[in-house]
């Protein structure tokens, strides 16, 4: 269900809109991706949905694309920074409307508001009788809970507030902003959950919630509306399948793994995985309470632990375990961000890309050093398109060839970094990495490189090489199979010659 706003000519004010004007979801048909028949073979799904349809709920929920200053609802929600004077297409409509006074009366009454927090104003000449102004936080991959739990809180405290002024209508904009590098679907996750979760408890509290889209996150919204919000049982049937691993907590917090009852059967499955597989240990944990032959272990809240003085019960093995399928979910979460956001500022530099096979037919990644501006990239951007580029790449044998002709300081990836993008990647991209060419390497890649897989990836130490030039590579791979920049051949001819650039060249 999409509604949509024709755009007002120039120098006409825009028209009024009033809710009673906009579908409710609940009235609205199931769209094409709602449709969709129950998938087999993916993974368990959710036993029971831990949101269930519900008629009532669903008739306050709508979802529109338009000018949110043209609203006649009780309150509007201006998405902003600390300072209150972001620039962005939700605050230059609001700001534009309200007139003056909304810029002077944050000037000398609210001033400021800080990540994660509320601040009202009125509305002066909107239709809206209040202003909530929230401040949604920036994203970093390092600390994804940490901002996941600081965009609950946005939302959270928006609704909170509606309900302390009590306002019957309110229309919520999109708070995780693309500026500050937030996913838009993980964004959308938290949104939706949490007022969800406080429409459960507070519903008489609020007659109409708008969520206003642009076009890129209307369909993000259509998308995930019906898990949220099923309108029919089969809606609710589909969204068991759908929804992710963290469905939040009582108020659609973020909720920390460690701080759970863990239940986890028969670990020791995991010790018999084939060698040549990567292990999938999500499938194989099953909770099978009441069987006499299924072993369980639960640990208690670690904090209650520390606090009491309790001794932990723990299970090395099923911590191991729940390691690896927190690590897994987690790049299966960076695998769906790769697929839908646009990485093209990375892709165009051309410093990473599939180039032939190897004479054993093997695909063959060439990264090249000089290219990559490690200090000028956007590197959460980096990562999700190495992960994109190499995926599909990796289910197999592959070997990558780096280049380090030319490179400079401004070039070099640091260790943390490297160490963060290390950890990230599953088992699959290590086991199945069958060599890594340093070409033209310096002291510096020589002691790095011995660092590196020495002290934080061990696993791949034997399958490093260094080779003095591109020559070297010949006897893996054939010549018309590699594709390098035209600086990489020039340079190795200055140092090692012209002889292996012939057809039949020994090497």
Known sequence: MRIVMDPEPLGVPPQLVHPKELMRWGEAPPGQHTTVSIPTGVHKPISSSPFPCDDEINRKIILWEGDISTLQ????????????????????????????????????????????????????????????????????????????????????????????????????????SVKKNYPADEGAHVALRTVRRFLERHGTALDTVIFVADKLDLSIYEVLLPLYFPRSKQEEDVARYQLPSDIGGADGEPVMPDRQIRIIDNPQHALHAADDESLSLSSQLEVALGDAGTFAQMQSDPDRQRLLGERPLSDPLADIMLREIQHQERYEKLLRRARSEDLTEVS?????????????????????????????????????????????????????????????????????????????LPYKYKKNLKAFYVVHPTFWTKMMTWWFTTFMAPAIKQKVHSLPGVEYLYSVMSPDQLEIPAFITEYDMTINGIRYFQPGAPT
Not at 368 to 394: E, M, Q, R, T
């Open 73 to 176: 609802v009780d309150a509007v929600v201006n998405s902003t920074n600390e300072s209150m004077n972001d620039v962005n297409p939700i605050s230059e409509s609001i700001f534009r409307r309200a007139g003056p006074d909304l810029r002077e009366e944050i000037k000398v009454e609210v001033r400021e508001c800080r990540t994660g927090e509320v601040k009202v104003t009125r509305g002066h000449s909107l239709p809206a009788r209040y202003i909530i102004h929230a401040v949604g936080p920036k994203y970093n991959i390092k600390y994804q809970t940490a901002s996941d739990n600081m965009l609950h809180m946005c939302y959270r405290n928006i609704v909170q507030k509606a309900k302390e002024l009590g306002v019957r209508s309110i229309a919520i904009p999109v708070i995780n």
């Open 348 to 424: 165009g530099i051309g410093c990473l890309y599939q180039s032939g096979v190897d004479r054993l037919g093997r695909p063959v990644v060439v990264f090249v050093g000089k290219w990559f501006p490690f200090s000028k990239i956007n590197l959460d951007k980096a990562l999700l398109y190495l992960i994109y580029l190499l995926d599909p790449i990796v289910k197999g044998d592959y070997v990558i060839a780096y280049f380090h002709t030319l490179t400079s300081s401004s070039n070099y990836p640091s260790f943390t970094w490297l160490r963060e993008v290390y950890n990230v």
